[in-house]
């Protein structure tokens, strides 16, 4: 069993050239699947039946794990079955029939333009303060993930012509444009980042005070040291930069195509959620502010 999900994470690596967070995560879920199935004394792939899945996902269930993690976990085991069926290494898929758990849809989390304006307020006076702002004005001013953002270079900046060259999901490249309002605090940072280097040489963009690339835990660190400094109290999330930007261009007219092409959406099914949140806002303003929203006597 471990020889056939190595196997399938290699294809998922060079083949499909899956991103690390991807592929770390579909080994993660196949080694406790595989584990369960050596429990049950199943140990060659032939011999797995579509109820074996079934009482996995059952024990999953009595663990408490969220919904949405076990949806997760069976769609790594459904498309190892697929893999499996595509290389002749089994005559048929026991997980096709298997139906993904129902999960509600959540909308996720956006920051107000004032909480944003509050937030990106940061004094100038140190290089940390110096490459946080730029960081924070360049997340929300292009909706990259975090990842994203993390793992540019220095040579991924085009200013000539105001753009940004990023790797996303399944190593697709896309071309980003960003202002020049952001343009201007990239260079602040950089003019600074050689401080940062301490006489080292790295090319990522975004350094830490050791002169490597800054990781996603500091960066989560830094987002909630400003939160708090800034007295925001939401639950906000490095993504939530990205929810506010794909909002907030909507709210101000941005066709629903060119935000998905800055996102990196494949499928714009996925930026629709963006409509949902916006439609919202425009019902509650509905609620607040039309002086004939409200029941007589409210």
Do not use: W
Request: charge should be positive.
């Amino acid at each position: 069993m471990d020889y056939y999900i190595a196997e399938y994470i290699n294809y998922l690596m060079y083949e499909r050239r899956c991103s690390k967070n991807t592929y770390l995560s579909y080994q993660r879920d196949l080694n406790d699947y595989g584990l369960f199935l050596k429990q049950r004394n199943i140990d060659n792939i032939r011999k797995i039946t579509k109820m074996d899945i079934v009482s996995y996902l059952s024990f999953l269930k009595k663990e408490n794990l969220q919904i949405a993690t076990i949806a997760r976990k069976l769609t790594a085991i459904k498309n190892f079955h697929k893999f499996l069926l595509a290389r002749n290494l089994v005559d048929d898929d026991v997980s096709f029939t298997i139906e993904r758990p129902k999960m509600t849809k959540k909308l996720p989390a956006v920051l107000t333009v004032e909480e944003v304006d509050l937030l990106l307020d940061i004094k100038l006076n140190t290089v940390f303060d110096y490459r946080n702002k730029a960081m924070l004005e360049l997340l929300y001013g292009t909706g990259l993930r975090i990842s994203e953002l993390l793992d540019l270079k220095t040579f991924d900046i085009d200013f000539e012509n105001c753009t940004i060259r990023c790797i996303g999901k399944g190593s697709k490249e896309r071309i980003v444009p960003i202002g020049e309002y952001v343009i201007s605090y990239l260079n602040r940072y950089l003019e600074k980042r050689s401080v940062l280097l301490k006489k080292k040489s790295c090319d990522y963009l975004f350094l830490n005070n050791a002169g490597s690339r800054l990781s996603r835990f500091s960066f989560f660190k830094i987002l909630k040291k400003l939160l708090k400094e800034h007295q925001i109290n939401k639950d906000v999330s490095p993504h939530t930069l990205r929810h506010s930007f794909a909002t907030h261009m909507l709210e101000y007219g941005a066709d629903l195509r060119s935000i998905q092409e800055l996102l990196g959406h494949s499928d714009i099914s996925t930026t629709r959620i963006y409509t949902h949140i916006s439609n919202k806002k425009v019902k509650n303003d509905y609620i607040e502010y039309h002086p004939r929203s409200k029941k007589i006597g409210d």
